[in-house]
């Protein structure tokens, strides 16, 4: 594949036409939601403008749903490695995790145990939190090392019983960039007969998902993360699905991937998550979308290794500075959580944003982890590059810090 250009990539999406304060914006808030191209915003109009029905009926706009449905189906199947029965569309990948953990508690009892890390997202903690409350279940929780923000390995083997049902596992943090070994914990976690629950919503921004490589048996992500709009998905093994005693309404369909999904389905959505993958795949190439989204996410991460290297190195020289993590060619993602002595993290945030660059900063609900890392009240400014991001962006934003 010859490498795309980045200016043509750059001009497909709107949102970097937008000016404030004289320049134009730079947008280093992906972690918290990424930027949209044409073709995602036209898939979700066009699908308003020329098909907008409800599903299973006989007349054209139906029958075109039905197939719009069935084909963002087939792109998600794509993007996370399984097939299209084993998808399903949901709000976002919280509400996805409440209403499977609920359908899995159903075949728990007291006294079996879960386990969860100190490096998630909530959204992959307090559910199963929820559930242990309501099923009377033990929670094991496996800290992390503050110096590099990895998984504590052997308290996660040593969380691990014959009474575990489920691990819930982060592909990467959201907080610190950092990748955990799926893959490795895989057999661990089957080894006991438990099921491996994945959070990929940051990973599935940065790395190539591959739902049976990683070993997962349910992953979740959400595609407002992959230049997509504010909805989730879930893929899980087929019988797993079809086991499942998931609360559903009575006349609902019984059949796997649909009896997960509860109510109508934000149609408009699911045709733009369809169209975020065909236009990731778009980045690999003409060919198969498979190895057409294997090139892509090869060319953003070698993009992504370079601009995290300028990044990190950048910030890292700054004397008041402090990067937390992992450094830049360690198991990452381009995301960098940083702080400024003698700063608030929303002070840093609003100098920046003066300057177009813009950042998040507190605990973006990896609430345990920020409190871990001793930054519970303030939080950190947390900077992610995207497939859009430059290096005159990076050096922005480093120049922005250095005023302070
Ligand atoms: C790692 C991670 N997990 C879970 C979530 C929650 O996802 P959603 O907003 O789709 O519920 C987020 C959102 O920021 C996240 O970054």
Redesign the pocket.
């Known amino acids: 594949m010859s490498a795309p250009d980045l200016d043509a990539l750059r001009a497909r999406f709107p949102a970097l036409r937008r000016v404030h304060a004289g320049r134009p914006v730079a947008y280093f808030d992906g ?2 939601g990424t930027q949209v191209p044409d073709a995602v915003i036209d898939a979700i109009s066009r699908y308003l403008a020329e098909h907008n029905a409800n599903t299973h009926w006989a007349y054209p706009t139906s029958v075109e749903t039905d197939a719009i449905l069935q084909a963002s189906r087939a792109a998600a199947a794509d993007f996370l490695g399984g097939a299209p029965d084993e998808v399903a569309f949901g709000n ?4 996805l995790t409440f209403h499977v953990a609920r359908a899995l508690g159903r075949g728990f009892a007291a006294g079996d145990e879960l386990v969860v890390t100190d490096l998630d ?1 909530h ?2 903690v307090d559910p199963w939190l929820d559930l242990a409350r309501e099923r009377g279940l033990v929670v094991r929780h496996v800290g992390f090392d503050p110096a590099t923000a990895q998984l504590d390995w052997s308290a996660f083997e040593a969380a691990l019983s014959k009474h575990t049902r489920l691990v819930a596992l ?1 592909a ?1 943090s ?1 907080a610190f960039g950092t990748i955990n070994d799926v893959a490795r914990a895989a057999p661990l976690v089957h080894a006991r007969g438990a099921l491996l629950f994945v ?1 990929a ?2 990973y599935a921004a940065h790395e190539r998902v591959d739902v049976r490589r990683l070993g997962a048996d349910l992953l979740v992500c ?1 595609s407002y ?1 992959f230049h997509g709009p504010h909805a ?1 998905l879930l893929w899980a093994r087929r019988e797993l699905i079809e086991q499942l005693d998931v609360p559903k309404l009575r006349p609902a369909p019984a059949e796997a991937p649909e009896r997960l999904e509860t109510g109508t389905q934000n149609h408009e959505g699911i045709a733009g998550i369809g169209a975020a993958i065909d236009f990731l795949a778009s980045i690999g190439g003409p060919g198969p979308r498979r190895e057409a989204l294997d090139r892509a996410f090869a060319w953003m991460h070698a993009r992504a290794r370079t601009l995290v290297a300028r990044l990190h190195g950048g910030l890292a020289a700054l004397p008041k500075v402090r990067v937390l993590g992992l450094p830049a060619d360690g198991p990452r993602t381009p995301t960098i959580a940083f702080t400024v002595a003698g700063r608030s993290s929303l002070d840093v945030a609003r100098h920046l944003a003066q300057r177009a660059v813009f950042v998040s900063n507190g605990d ?2 990896a609430t345990t982890a920020i409190a871990r890392m001793g930054f519970g009240d303030d939080g950190v400014v947390r900077a992610g590059c995207a497939l859009y991001t430059t290096e005159e962006e990076v050096d922005r934003l480093i120049a922005g810090v250095a005023e302070l």
């Open positions: 972690p918290g976002n990948m919280t509400t997202h959204a992959n982060g990467a959201n959070d919503v940051h959400s993360k989730g973006f609900y």
